[in-house]
């Protein structure tokens, strides 16, 4: 499986900004897809956002759509999620993930790598 490690949460106040990275072990499959997904206590994982490794195509979840950005750096197998505007319903465990596709992410199939996840917490 694909080793995953995220870093970057931390404590923001509202209206603030955060970058998380994912850094995955090993070579990344063109046809992978990598993403976020965030989970608050006593709520369902949350699809947040992916991007596809080969093309940089991407999708978002619509509670962060215009807020939150994907990306991705081929050559340092990094996945970031710049986060701006930040808000107290953002605050969650953040996990890094890897699948066989964009697909595969957002409906939580196929072969999916979870990274231990990273705390973003957002102050009133």
């Known amino acids: 499986q694909v080793q995953l490690v995220e870093s970057g949460g931390g404590l923001v106040q509202t209206g603030g900004s955060l970058r998380l990275s994912c850094t995955a072990s090993?070579?990344?499959?063109?046809?992978?897809?990598m993403g976020w997904f965030r989970q608050a206590p006593g709520k369902e994982r949350e699809f947040v956002a992916g991007?596809?490794?080969?093309?940089?195509?991407?999708y978002y979840g619509d509670s962060v759509m215009g807020r939150f950005t994907i990306s991705k750096d081929n050559a340092k197998n990094t996945v970031y999620l710049q986060m701006n505007r930040l808000k107290p319903e953002d605050t969650a465990v953040y996990y890094c993930?890897?699948?066989?596709?964009?697909?595969?992410?957002?409906?939580?199939?196929?072969?999916?790598?979870w990274g231990q996840g990273t705390q973003v917490t957002v102050s009133s």
């Open positions: 993930n890897a699948n066989i596709g964009l697909r595969a992410i957002v409906t939580m199939t196929g072969r999916p790598s």
């Open positions: 991007i596809a490794w080969s093309d940089g195509s991407t």
């Open positions: 090993g070579r990344i499959p063109g046809s992978y897809a």
